[in-house]
């Protein structure tokens, strides 16, 4: 059986990195300084239709790598791309499994930064304070972590999960 570990690793580290910097960019900007209504809510709109787009995109494609309709699967060395396949479920599922949990987290993960980066220049302009909405760039950041937390691989998961996409193929 493969191990877990590195993935959730992977998934945790991606998680906590961007929690950290986007709640250091929230305590450390003040909220003080002169009202502007420029850039920043053109950004806000941006962020808006980039976090849809992206969410939906990242389903899209997470789906489609684990249907096996795009193919991450990569020749394991002196394995002459065979499949191994453990008592539970096969390494070429725990690959596509695990590219789809990257990519759907890395996408995500885009708009979650972008948010942060609006909600600092928006404090910054002393926006955030007259306008409280811009805490809504947070949103982002709490989609990331349930979906991390739903992509949190364990094996009974993954063997439920490859039942489920074998039989639907």
């Given at each position: 059986?493969?191990?877990?570990?590195?993935?959730?690793?992977?998934i945790v580290a991606l998680v906590?990195?961007?929690?950290?910097?986007?709640?250091?960019?929230?305590?450390?900007?003040?909220?003080?300084?002169?009202?502007?209504?420029?850039?920043?809510?053109?950004?806000?709109?941006?962020?808006?239709?980039?976090?849809?787009?992206?969410?939906?995109?990242?389903?899209?494609?997470?789906?489609?790598?684990?249907?096996?309709?795009?193919?991450?699967?990569?020749?394991?060395?002196?394995?002459?791309?065979?499949?191994?396949?453990?008592?539970?479920?096969?390494?070429?599922?725990?690959?596509?499994?695990?590219?789809?949990?990257?990519?759907?987290?890395?996408?995500?993960?885009?708009?979650?930064?972008?948010?942060g980066i609006v909600f600092l220049?928006?404090?910054?302009?002393?926006?955030?304070?007259?306008n409280p909405i811009y805490y809504?760039?947070?949103?982002?950041?709490?989609?990331?972590?349930?979906?991390?937390?739903?992509?949190?691989?364990?094996?009974?998961?993954?063997?439920?999960?490859?039942?489920?996409?074998?039989?639907?193929?």
């Amino acid at each position: 059986m493969p191990n877990l570990k590195p993935l959730r690793i992977i998934i945790v580290a991606l998680v906590t990195m961007t929690t950290i910097f986007t709640l250091i960019m929230a305590r450390t900007s003040s909220g003080i300084g002169t009202s502007y209504l420029g850039p920043v809510s053109t950004f806000r709109i941006i962020h808006l239709l980039m976090t849809i787009i992206l969410i939906l995109l990242s389903r899209f494609i997470g789906e489609k790598i684990l249907s096996g309709k795009i193919n991450v699967q990569s020749r394991l060395p002196g394995n002459d791309s065979r499949q191994l396949t453990f008592d539970t479920f096969t390494l070429s599922f725990y690959q596509r499994y695990a590219s789809a949990a990257i990519v759907q987290l890395a996408l995500t993960e885009v708009s979650v930064l972008f948010g942060g980066i609006v909600f600092l220049l928006a404090s910054q302009k002393g926006e955030v304070l007259s306008n409280p909405i811009y805490y809504l760039h947070f949103l982002p950041l709490f989609y990331f972590i349930t979906t991390a937390a739903k992509l949190l691989p364990t094996e009974q998961k993954l063997i439920d999960m490859e039942k489920m996409y074998s039989a639907n193929n």
